[in-house]
């Protein structure tokens, strides 16, 4: 009987606690941009965020000390903040290095814990009175990434880890959404003092998805009104000249437009991202492709010095390396921390402390930047980048048509991609179709390309566990003299049928004679079943699902397929 009571005591005071917390923390929140209650405004300094609406933000000293010990040595310490005002009844104004979208949010989370209006539908009135002026619910999608991001920066600075620890996990999300925000948030970190993390992160999602965070694409598909060879229709390319109405097409562009991609890149993280090494899934024309784009669409003003030092990089390697090693798995982390550090604290100044612009031309100031000197800008970096193309790898069908159009080539360079392609044209290409396979990601058509053991490979891009991966088909031999053909993932870099490959499915060669599959073009022999690529007899291993997958042969076809 005293047990219960107890209990029941117990349950009331609990009750009795949260209901005090929930109401102490809405009295809180109601405070939140009361301007007859506030003491102190924040004014933002930083006017270059577009379409800003806020000038100035209402917060109260004591709560905003409560959440920061930066704000309360620079409200009630020495800083010269405090100088302005020795009456403490008296609003102090404050001017902070931030937007004021930045400045709203901030205040925001230190009155109530969260960033509510940053939900889509849901007011930024808090509690109090008034309407949501912050116009945060008519921003892109693009815009709340870079939000976020400079929100993230200015939590570190003011010393408030919830909230940037918050941003984070927010906007990792946001990129596993939308890969293609990861090049705006990279785009924006890279440029901040306490960014270094975020970059890693945005680099990792680049990395896992090239296709679908620098081009829009989804499990190879280009986005509506996009050619696979990059170019706009031309009523996608009407809309952008500001010479078409057709509202569908219109907002259908602004779908992939303002979700980021490789436009959203400075010139000075173009070579950085589309030439990364760890990036396995992006090809010889997907990087073409992606030049393509940022030349059309570069959201960025270029300047002289970045035609004239086109090529500046951010290491992310070497900032990897001496902040979070386990995050690389592909990399042989050194043991010479110093040396490493050291390289960090130069790209870290590099980044925060670029070089000082040219001077000033004869030009107003007023006068914006011609249109087509920044095409013409834009161009030159793509030609001097495009050079580090390896065209041999590069379909002829793609070199004679998009290639040759876009006029970032030198003709010298496709005369001697078109020779090496004329060496190989005796080799006809020819297509396995795989079906039926448990692991749906395997399923697909496999281009003959490569040669592993004298037999021919066949390869597939696709997605798998959310990075973008080439399956091939290929002919192994193992430790004990067995050869078999595999249905695998082999890491960049790295030769098939090594203890790297991820392995899905295996057929022996022996199930291979007389029912199976073969292709003569390489002049492989088909004795005992070294040429073949067996329909049938697969085997689970690994990775792989049942069922087994069958195969079989689409002779002949064009190698740009």
């Known amino acids: 009987m005293t047990s219960d009571a107890s209990s029941s005591t117990s349950t009331i005071t609990s009750g009795i606690t949260t209901s005090i917390t929930n ?5 809180i929140n109601a405070l939140l941009n009361d301007e007859d209650i506030s003491d102190i405004t924040l004014i933002p300094e930083n006017t270059n965020e577009t379409n800003d609406p806020i000038t100035a933000v209402p917060a109260i000293r004591a709560i905003l000390a409560a959440r920061s010990p ?4 620079m409200l009630y310490g020495e800083f010269r903040e405090t100088a302005q005002s020795n009456n403490q009844e008296e609003n102090v104004e404050v001017k902070l290095d931030y937007s004021g979208r930045v ?3 901030l205040v925001e989370f230190c009155f109530t814990d969260k960033l509510s209006s940053l939900n889509v539908g849901i007011n930024n009135n808090i509690g109090g009175g008034g309407s949501n002026s912050s116009g945060i619910d008519n921003i892109t999608l693009e815009e709340k990434a870079r939000l976020l991001t400079n929100l993230s920066g200015a939590a570190h600075y003011f010393d408030i880890p919830k909230l940037e620890n918050d941003i984070k ?7 596993l959404e939308h890969p293609s925000l990861a090049c705006s948030i990279l785009d924006e970190a890279s440029r901040m003092l306490s960014g270094e993390e975020l970059v890693l992160i945005a680099m990792e ?3 896992a998805r090239p296709k679908a965070a620098l081009l829009h694409w989804n499990n190879g598909v280009p986005p509506s009104g996009v050619g696979r060879n990059g170019a706009v229709s031309p009523t996608f390319a009407s809309i952008a000249a500001g010479t078409n109405s057709n509202n569908s097409a219109r907002n259908n562009k602004n779908k992939w437009d303002e979700m980021g991609g490789v436009i959203s890149l400075a010139p000075s993280l173009l070579e950085q991202v589309i030439f990364d090494d760890q990036s396995g899934g992006a090809s010889e024309f997907t990087k073409f492709v992606c030049l393509q784009r940022w030349v059309e669409g570069c959201k960025h003003e270029v300047t002289l010095e970045d035609v004239e030092i086109p090529r500046k990089r951010l290491d992310t390697d070497e900032i990897t390396a001496a902040r979070t090693p386990q995050r690389n798995s592909r990399k042989q982390i050194g043991s010479h921390s110093e040396t490493t550090s050291a390289a960090v604290s130069t790209t870290n100044d590099q980044l925060n402390n670029p070089a000082p612009s040219p001077p000033p031309s004869s030009k107003s100031q007023n006068e914006l930047p011609s249109l087509d000197s920044q095409h013409e800008k834009r161009l030159a970096i793509a030609k001097h980048l495009a050079e580090k193309l390896d065209l041999s790898l590069i379909p002829a069908s793609d070199l004679s048509t998009t290639i040759t159009e876009s006029k ?3 003709t010298h360079d496709l005369y001697q991609a078109y020779r090496l392609q004329a060496l190989n044209a005796e080799r006809t290409k020819s297509k396995v ?3 039926g396979a448990g692991l749906a990601e395997v399923n697909g058509t496999y281009i003959q390309r490569g040669v592993h053991e004298g037999t021919p490979m066949y390869n597939k891009e696709g997605v798998w566990r959310d990075r973008e991966e080439v399956f091939r088909i290929f002919l192994c031999t193992y430790s004990n003299g067995n050869k078999s053909w595999c249905l695998s993932i082999v890491p960049k870099g790295k030769e098939p049928g090594k203890t790297t490959d991820l392995d ?6 022996s199930y291979g004679k007389g029912g199976g599959i073969t292709s003569g073009s390489y002049g492989a022999s088909t004795e005992n079943g070294l040429g073949v690529v067996p329909s049938r007899g697969w085997k689970l291993v690994n990775y792989g699902q049942p069922p087994v997958p069958k195969c079989s042969l689409i002779a002949g076809c064009l190698e740009d397929a």
Do not use: G, H, N, S
């Open 504 to 509: 899905f499915y295996e057929c022996p060669v």
């Open 70 to 73: 930066v704000f309360r040595r």
């Open 169 to 175: 996990v927010q906007l990792d999300a946001k990129m």
């Open 205 to 207: 999602r680049i990395r």
């Open 103 to 105: 400045l709203q949010l």
């Open 433 to 435: 179709f795989v079906e």
């Open 408 to 410: 970032l080539i030198p």
């Open 23 to 27: 109401t102490l923390l809405l009295d």
